[in-house]
């Protein structure tokens, strides 16, 4: 008697790549995803709301951009510090007293005095930026939570690079373009601290940020995912990618200035989050990798081409229309760099990794924006633009050489 042989089973090939859909459809991950762009929204305004305040109470543009910087250095140093908490204690103390306390302090750059000194700014600014909830790492981590399956994970951290470029394109528009225009850039803080403070605390009440606790193999060496040469290769990434932003910033501010109108400025950075925002959803439909490196490398060498061909457009539409090309290439970045930390980053240590990654993103921006500017200065906003394609080019090389470092444990 002939053996019937079983049927080989059919597989429906959204079982082998999750739908964005589908991903959004599985418990909390909706909910918990808008709660995290809520509280993230004013990520995208503060600094430049801090520089209208402080040019609304009659401080230079220098003096502004200083106190905008002191922000940024904080947020840079503070953010691995909250998130080292959070590895060690669980979510849910961090984000409630950092909810308060990040509120409060952006509440209190709005309500000084115009007259108050210009130390006191300084200070408040810095503060300001210690004090936010390191929401970031927070969901870098949830994502794990939530989403048990490698593949399932690789769409998850596509939609946190698509939210993020979200609130670098609506943080502007609700918090600037409509709230500062309207009633003042104080009205425009008074609004972020109310969402840092209820998104936070809202996203804390969610049931896998409750629920979330540290690994029970929490590594205790005192440099904490520092130790990885494999966070040293991301935290490249991030400082190439934060210089190539910050310079594509400044030159986009000095080709509408050049111009003759400021307005341009929104449209084009808009353009440009646009194209990382469609990056972002082809991204989530591409299955993940476990062998980072190369597709690192090369969506990196992809972002420093097209990066520096920002700098052929000879019109404005031109130049839109280039940028939007360019932005295409930075939620993809994103996401596989985020997906690759999971790899690189020790045993208990990824919320405070990640947070290490975004520091080294605000370090880049404090580089590339003055680089930019002294290039405007010295030749032209379309040598700028030319000039944002070196820092990821510089990091896709750093990627490829030091590739070893990114490969599975």
């Known amino acids: 008697m002939g053996v019937v042989a079983a049927p080989t089973p059919t597989l429906d090939p959204s079982e082998l790549t999750p739908s964005i859909s589908r991903v959004l459809r599985r418990p909390h991950v909706a909910a918990t995803l808008v709660a995290s762009v809520l509280a993230r929204l004013p990520y ?22 200083l106190v905008a910087a002191a922000y940024a250095i904080a947020v840079a140093v503070g953010a691995p510090v909250l998130s080292r908490l959070v590895d060690r204690r669980g979510q849910t103390r961090v984000l409630v007293t950092t ?29 300001n930026g210690a004090l936010q ?69 809202i996203l804390a009440s969610r049931p896998p940020s409750r629920t979330w606790r540290p690994s029970e193999h929490r590594e205790s060496h005192p440099f904490g995912p520092l130790q990885s040469r494999g966070v040293h290769t991301l935290m490249l990434v991030a400082l190439g990618c934060g210089g190539s932003f910050g310079m594509i910033e400044l030159a986009t501010t000095a080709h509408a200035r050049a111009e003759g109108s400021l307005g341009l400025v929104g449209v084009l950075l808009a353009v440009w989050s646009i194209g990382s925002l469609l990056g972002g959803l082809a991204i ?54 985020n997906g690759a930390m999971g790899i690189a980053a020790p045993d208990g240590t990824l919320t405070e990794a990640f947070a290490w990654s975004i520091g080294a993103i605000m370090v880049g921006l404090t580089i590339g924006s003055p680089a930019a500017g002294f290039i405007v200065d010295h030749v032209s906003p379309s040598a700028a633009f030319a000039a944002s394609g070196i820092p990821p080019a510089l990091a896709a090389a750093s990627v490829w050489l030091r590739r070893r470092t990114l490969a599975p444990r």
């Open 284 to 337: 989530a439909r591409v299955p993940g990798t476990r062998r980072p490196a190369r597709r690192l490398a090369t969506l990196l060498a992809l972002m420093a081409a097209s990066n520096a061909a920002v700098g052929l457009a000879s019109s404005t539409v031109a130049l839109g229309a280039i940028l939007f090309v360019a932005g295409a290439s930075i939620a993809p970045t994103m996401a596989t760099a």
């Open 99 to 127: 909810a308060v306390t990040g509120g409060a302090a952006t509440l209190l750059l709005a309500l000084l005095p115009a007259s108050s000194p210009y130390a006191v700014f300084l200070v408040i600014s810095a503060v």
């Open 44 to 65: 995208g305004a503060m600094t430049l709301l801090t520089v209208l305040r402080m040019t609304d109470a009659g401080y230079s543009y220098g003096e502004a951009g």
């Open 133 to 201: 909830p390191p929401l970031g790492g927070v969901m870098r981590a949830l994502w794990d939570q939530m989403l048990d399956r490698e593949d399932e994970r690789h769409v998850g951290y596509s939609l946190d690079a698509v939210a993020i470029e979200m609130v670098f394109t609506g943080g502007p528009l609700v918090l600037v373009g409509v709230v500062a225009a309207a009633f003042g850039p104080s009205a425009g803080l008074l609004v972020a601290a109310a969402l840092t403070t209820f998104g936070t605390l």
